[in-house]
């Protein structure tokens, strides 16, 4: 499988931006959609955003939608999360995922491989 490393996070006042990335290692990184999630304290793991493997679809959640942008590059092996506008709400541990199995691309149970996370924190 695939072994993700995401970057990226940091301190950030409301209304600001910030890019996430996330490296991955193994051959096949082009054979899967990849997703980002988050999880915020006390919160279970959400859906953030997600594109297919090619890059020529996009899914985000409502609540980021029109702020946030996936994209990926998969002859650098990235995906990317762009994330404008961003809220204190937003705030959470930000987690790179790959789908290594069949589902939807907004449930966690499909994706097989999983970074450690990156922290993103929203000050009002």
């Known amino acids: 499988q695939v072994q993700l490393v995401e970057s990226g996070g940091g301190l950030v006042q409301a209304g600001g931006s910030l890019r996430l990335s996330c490296g991955a290692s193994?051959?096949?990184?082009?054979?899967?959609?990849m997703g980002w999630f988050r999880q915020a304290p006390g919160k279970e793991r959400e859906f953030v955003a997600a594109?297919?493997?090619?890059?020529?679809?996009?899914y985000y959640a409502d609540s980021v939608k029109g702020r946030f942008t996936i994209s990926r590059d998969n002859i650098k092996k990235m995906v990317y999360l762009q994330m404008n506008s961003l809220k204190p709400e937003d705030t959470a541990v930000y987690y790179c995922a790959a789908q290594t199995r069949s589902g939807s691309y907004y449930a966690t149970d499909p994706y097989g491989s999983w970074g450690q996370g990156t922290q993103v924190t929203v000050s009002s």
């Open positions: 193994g051959r096949t990184f082009s054979n899967y959609a």
């Open positions: 594109i297919n493997w090619s890059g020529g679809s996009t």
